[in-house]
C-alpha cells in the first residue's frame, strides 16, 4: 500500500495516527513540521497527512513547501483542520487535495487517504472528490 508522510507537533498524536494508519496497511513515517520537508526530499511519500494550524507557522506554508520539494513526483496532500478557518479554501490554494476537519473518524481519514492515493496519478488540481465505486471497495472497513 501507499507510503504516508505523518506531519505532527505532538509525538504521542502522530503515534496514535500512525498505529491506526499501520492497522490499514499504510507505510507510515512519522515526522515534526521542522523535519518534514527533509524526509520530503530525500524519500518522497506517496501521500502527506498534516495539520492545517501549526504553532511555527501554517499549513499552507508547509504544503506549499512540501509539494515543491517532492517535485517532480505527483504528492497527495491531506490536511486536518481543527477549526473551519483553517479548513478554507486557503488550504487548497495552498497545495491540500483534501481538508477534513477534526474529529475524524479513523474510518472516514483511511477512506480519504487511500481514495488519494488511488487517484494521485490521474489527478487535476480541483478535482480530488472522492467517487462511489472506489468507495465501494472501500466497503470491507471496520465502522
Known amino acids: 500500500m501507499a507510503t504516508v508522510l505523518l506531519v505532527g507537533e505532538h509525538s504521542p498524536e502522530r503515534g496514535l495516527e500512525a498505529a491506526i494508519l499501520r492497522r490499514y496497511g499504510f507505510e507510515v513515517r512519522a515526522t515534526s513540521p521542522a523535519a518534514a520537508l527533509q524526509s520530503c526530499a530525500s524519500d518522497p511519500p506517496t501521500l502527506v497527512l498534516a495539520p492545517a494550524g501549526l504553532r511555527a507557522?501554517?499549513?499552507?506554508?508547509l504544503t506549499t513547501a512540501l509539494r515543491e520539494v517532492a517535485a517532480p513526483r505527483e504528492l497527495a496532500v491531506l490536511c486536518?483542520?481543527?477549526?473551519?478557518?483553517?479548513?478554507?479554501?486557503?488550504?487548497?490554494?495552498?497545495?491540500?487535495?483534501?481538508?477534513?476537519?477534526?474529529?475524524?473518524?479513523?474510518?472516514?481519514?483511511?477512506?480519504?487517504?487511500?481514495?488519494?492515493?488511488?487517484?494521485?496519478?490521474?489527478?487535476?488540481?480541483?478535482?480530488?472528490?472522492?467517487?462511489?465505486?472506489?468507495?465501494?471497495?472501500?466497503?470491507?472497513?471496520?465502522?
Not at 105 to 112: G, I, Q, S, Y
Not at 117 to 122: G, H, Q, S, V
Open 57 to 61: 507557522g501554517d499549513g499552507r506554508s
Open 80 to 143: 486536518v483542520a481543527a477549526t473551519l478557518e483553517e479548513s478554507d479554501e486557503e488550504m487548497e490554494r495552498g497545495g491540500a487535495d483534501m481538508v477534513l476537519l477534526r474529529p475524524v473518524r479513523a474510518r472516514k481519514l483511511v477512506e480519504e487517504l487511500t481514495l488519494l492515493a488511488e487517484r494521485r496519478p490521474l489527478r487535476s488540481r480541483g478535482s480530488m472528490r472522492p467517487h462511489a465505486a472506489r468507495r465501494d471497495r472501500l466497503a470491507g472497513l471496520p465502522r
